[in-house]
């Protein structure tokens, strides 16, 4: 058996056999990766999110080569919202339908800890029914060193106060040879999944992510999948709960530092690790297609490379963007179903969990008039 049937069999790929796809025609890996995923989630269906993104700062003390969003204290357009900002940002929100917010920002360390359980318990108390996925496991190291406390503890508190989940962001590539390159400061592998595995031995939320093109090599590509799919085996036997999806980006450069130093990652490369991981991330179920760095259409053409889910409308993206990424920093609902559509599939609301919670109305096409 090779290692495409083994794959499309359900059964464990090795190590080696994970650096082998890299090696093999990207047509061949696409449909034994869209055939898993035919099987492993609703074959008709394709799922999105209504959220915005919030950065509660832009003030950040770790300096990463690829980031173009920081600002040190003293530059005049630094920032930290107030809370009353982020509500309001969070009304935005919730007129157009959406019950979530991925809230970020950097490592500010002007902000005490309990600015974070206040901020937390303010917008619980003005919006019991938003659901706030916050903090990145690098803030949450940055938090660690300015309290002198364990991020477990630091996360019991943050969860008590309304926090409801930890996306994964700063994984990037989890090799440490890869991340002294480009981002000497930046938080270490170990550190990454330690302070993942605090969030869900407390039932946070997180997601398993990635990001292409700092100049990695297929092999460590392949260790970063294998490093998420060993921690997603160690949540689901001991939480019972792990990653509830994977999604994968390439890394934008042009605002950046490491601009003509970091090889990035063409719309090929991208499909190519996202059908890869579908078929070596076999404990992970739902992956999600990325429009905001290459765009509509290659996010249609990934949801037949292995993703299952069109992402979210954002509303607000500010990190990415400030790198120099896609035209577009966020998505109406309107526009994703239509692309959903248009790529042959059925549209569906989702939660953070992929449970479907609403059948939008689809618009009919509309028909051309006969020539006179």
Not at 58 to 69: E, G, M, R
Not at 126 to 133: F, G, K, L, T
Not at 295 to 316: C, H, I
Request: proline content about 5%; charged content about 25%; some cysteine.
């Amino acid at each position: 058996m090779d290692v495409l049937e083994k794959a499309v069999s359900g059964a464990r790929l090795e190590p080696r056999e994970v650096e082998a796809l890299y090696q093999l025609p990207l047509s061949e890996v696409a449909a034994a990766a869209h055939e898993v995923r035919l099987r492993k989630s609703n074959p008709e269906v394709v799922t999105y999110l209504i959220d915005r993104n919030i950065n509660y700062t832009n003030i950040c003390t770790v300096a990463c080569s690829f980031c173009a969003f920081y600002r040190t204290r003293r530059q005049q357009d630094a920032y930290t919202l107030s809370y009353e900002e982020i509500s309001q940002k969070i009304e935005e929100l919730k007129a157009v339908g959406g019950r979530r917010i991925l809230m970020q920002g950097g490592v500010n360390p002007e902000l005490p800890f309990e600015w974070y359980l206040e901020m937390l318990r303010y917008l619980k108390r003005e919006h019991p029914d938003v659901r706030i996925d916050a903090f990145s496991p690098e803030e949450i190291l940055g938090l660690e060193k300015l309290t002198g406390r364990p991020a477990l503890e630091l996360l019991a508190e943050l969860k008590e106060a309304g926090l409801d989940g930890m996306p994964g962001a700063g994984a990037e590539i989890l090799v440490d040879e890869v991340r002294t390159k480009v981002a000497p400061a930046r938080i270490r592998t170990q550190d990454w999944f330690r302070i993942i595995d605090a969030a869900q031995s407390l039932g946070l939320y997180t997601l398993a992510t990635m990001v292409i093109g700092l100049g990695e090599t297929p092999a460590q590509r392949a260790e970063h999948l294998l490093k998420l799919r060993a921690q997603q085996d160690k949540a689901l036997e001991q939480y019972g709960q792990g990653f509830a999806a994977f999604a994968v980006w390439t890394l934008q450069t042009e605002h950046t530092r490491l601009k003509g130093k970091a090889p990035g990652a063409t719309a090929h490369e991208y499909l190519q690790q996202l059908a890869i991981a579908r078929l070596t991330l076999d404990n992970i179920p739902n992956l999600q297609a990325s429009w905001p760095t290459l765009g509509f259409k290659v996010a249609q053409a990934a949801l037949y490379y292995g993703a299952n889910d069109f992402g979210s409308t954002m509303l607000e993206e500010n990190v990415v963007s400030a790198a120099g990424g896609h035209t577009r920093t966020h998505a109406t609902e309107r526009q994703i179903i239509r692309h959903i559509v248009d790529a042959g599939f059925k549209p569906a609301e989702r939660d953070v969990y992929y449970n479907i919670i609403r059948w939008p109305e689809v618009e009919p096409e509309p028909t051309e008039l006969p020539m006179a």
